[in-house]
T-cell receptor, first 116, second 113 residues
Framework: GAGVSQTPSNKVTEKGKYVELRCDPI?????LYWYRQSLGQGPEFLIY????????DSGLPNDRFFAVRPEGSVSTLKIQRTERGDSAVYLC??????????????FGSGTRLTVV | AQSVTQPDIHITVSEGASLELRCNYS??????LFWYVQSPGQGLQLLLK??????LVQGIKGFEAEFKRSQSSFNLRKPSVHWSDAAEYFC???????????FGKGTKLSVKP
């Protein structure tokens, strides 16, 4: 597609429930990233995929968070047993290469997750 | 530790005035540097990027930034601000073998008529 697409744009869930957030990157971009942005903060890195594999998952806060990219394109971020502290905007980005060279990183519009 | 500092949380400028948003970074390798803009409820839009070469880079919407290695800075400038520039601006650093970006906390820009 022309841009990075994230669905849903908004998600309200009850504490303890399981949620899935989807990211469809720009076609041909091998690198895909998930970030989390809390109110008044900059985006914080969660996980980075190069192709189908997670090249760096050091930003995942705990084992309730998991992400997959089985065919090297669409990625799903999965959060189990959601907590109110998980409420944030989850941003996905993709790039042609893992360093962002030469075109930079393109971000989606994000999924706003609210845990009530 | 790798980090990005944007010292100004909120800046207000008059329309037509010049603008400079500060960004300092700490990074162990040769940095790739980026400025993004975020309007309320929107994703991040890339304004400009620096990988190598000329240290003064031009971006979209009339923005430019200058990489100063000796000062570990990458300040964003615009000679004449428009009301539509009101938004939040994020500086980020990445590069080398590291795949992800490290962002600053952002600077919110307000524009007075």
């Amino acid at each position: 597609g022309a841009g990075v697409s994230q669905t849903p744009s908004n998600k309200v869930t009850e504490k303890g429930k399981y949620v899935e957030l989807r990211c469809d990157p720009i076609s041909g971009h091998t690198a895909l990233y998930w970030y989390r942005q809390s109110l008044g903060q900059g985006p914080e890195f969660l996980i980075y995929f190069q192709g189908t594999g997670a090249a760096d998952d050091s930003g995942l806060p705990n084992d309730r968070f998991f992400a997959v990219r089985p065919e090297g394109s669409v990625s799903t971020l999965k959060i189990q047993r959601t907590e109110r502290g998980d409420s944030a905007v989850y941003l996905c980005a993709s790039s042609l290469t893992g360093t962002g060279h030469p075109y930079g990183y393109t971000f989606g519009s994000g999924t706003r997750l609210t845990v009530v | 530790a790798q980090s990005v500092t944007q010292p100004d949380i909120h800046i207000t400028v008059s329309e037509g005035a010049s603008l400079e948003l500060r960004c300092n970074y700490s990074y162990g390798a040769t940095p790739y540097l980026f400025w993004y803009v975020q309007s309320p409820g929107q994703g991040l839009q890339l304004l400009l990027k620096y990988f190598s070469g000329d240290t003064l880079v031009q971006g979209i919407k009339g923005f430019e930034a200058e990489f100063k290695r000796s000062q570990s800075s990458f300040n964003l400038r615009k000679p004449s601000v428009h009301w539509s520039d009101a938004a939040e601006y994020f500086c980020a650093v990445g590069g080398g073998s590291q795949g992800n970006l490290i962002f600053g906390k952002g600077t919110k820009l307000s524009v007075k008529p």
